[in-house]
């Protein structure tokens, strides 16, 4: 029987922005943003995607849904080439694709109204009358938690999750089939975000949407995630599913992100070995050879510095880009974690027990 074709489907795809000209007006210094990225997103599931800030994250979620164009790859929705398409043909597809902001407050403008905000998408694509826009968004407020008679209400009005409530709202007004979701809750308080975030879910099951789903906290990514991709400068370092990536983890990189995590349970935050890496990322204007993360991996041997580890999958399905763990399939989660800390390279990473009453 023939696999069904993902919902999202993205090869090798490269975007790099110019950050200086010469005098003639030639590029002469670029910004790595995505090099060589492959993923899939299936229908109805959740691909988080995970990193410090500056990995290139947004990026990927703004070229896969052509908001920003790449310099190479192919990028496939329902089968379809969106980079081969024209432009009538991409705009009769933006309902099916649409994107929760990361900042409700600058996401909807101050002058309009609730109902006039949400309604925005239905009357870009005349998809509907006035009568019939008012209905979506009554509809659609009660699916986000909130009553009909805000419709006439200015967003001043609203706390921040409320806020991201009418976000998201207009986000689905169109009843699309694949919401990038850029670190929707980040500006929410913790209480707030996990509304939200059961919320998303909700949402996902009752209306069958697919998420890729963007944040630097690995704990949020794990939560709603089907499968988590990893990203470090530009590129994708680990992906599997959730479970796995989040608890048994393979690249370096990943174990470093679990380690800075905050733990639920207050005793096993003390006891926690914490890695800390030694300096900043690289520049993606000047990124390194080989691997891009062995200028601060305690675990680099000679070839990461001159060779790129490519991407290889387990039959697990459980895929990690690394010239020292992906050779040794046992050297994963708490083993690998441990061997770091016990690396003896303190100038690239210091194990610290967290003491008690330390506040993080």
Not at 58 to 72: F, H, N
Not at 107 to 128: C, I, K, N, Q, Y
Not at 335 to 351: C, E, I, K, N, Y
Request: proline content about 8%; aromatic content about 4%.
């Amino acid at each position: 029987m023939k696999p069904p074709v993902p919902l999202l489907s993205v090869r090798n795809l490269s975007r790099n922005f110019v950050v200086r000209r010469d005098m003639l007006g030639r590029p002469r210094e670029f910004v790595h943003a995505v090099d060589d990225v492959s993923f899939e997103v299936d229908a109805g599931t959740t691909l988080g995607i995970v990193g410090e800030s500056g990995s290139g994250k947004s990026t990927l979620g703004r070229l896969a849904l052509r908001l920003i164009e790449a310099d190479d790859g192919r990028i496939s929705f329902a089968g379809r080439d969106l980079r081969a398409l024209p432009p009538g043909e991409l705009r009769s597809l933006r309902s099916d694709m649409t994107m929760i902001f990361q900042d409700p407050y600058s996401a909807l403008d101050p002058r309009w109204t609730v109902g006039r905000s949400v309604a925005e998408p239905l009357r870009v694509t005349g998809s509907a009358n006035p009568a019939e826009q008012r209905a979506a968004v009554v509809e659609m407020l009660g699916l986000v938690g909130l009553d009909a008679d805000v419709v006439d209400r200015l967003p001043g009005a609203f706390s921040g999750g409320q806020r991201q409530r009418l976000v998201i709202a207009r986000a689905l007004i169109t009843r699309p089939r694949l919401v990038f979701c850029d670190e929707p809750v980040s500006a929410l308080d913790v209480s707030t975000r996990a509304q939200v975030l059961g919320l998303l879910r909700d949402l996902q099951r009752d209306l069958a949407l697919a998420y890729l789903f963007v944040s630097h906290d690995l704990g949020i990514v794990e939560a709603v995630s089907d499968r988590i991709a990893v990203m470090y400068l530009g590129s994708i370092v680990e992906v599997g599913p959730a479970g796995a990536v989040a608890h048994q983890y393979r690249h370096p990189y990943t174990a470093s992100l679990v380690s800075a995590s905050p733990a639920a349970d207050p005793v096993a935050q003390r006891a926690r070995r914490r890695v800390l890496l030694a300096g900043e990322p690289p520049s993606p204007v000047d990124p390194p050879s080989g691997c891009a993360f062995h200028p601060r991996c305690p675990l680099a041997q000679p070839i990461c510095a001159v060779e790129k580890p490519a991407l290889k999958t387990g039959h697990d399905g459980h895929a990690v880009a690394c010239h020292v763990t992906a050779g040794n399939p046992r050297l994963a989660g708490e083993a690998l974690l441990s061997r770091m800390t016990s690396s003896g390279q303190p100038t690239l990473v210091s194990p610290q027990p967290v003491a008690e009453g330390t506040c993080l």
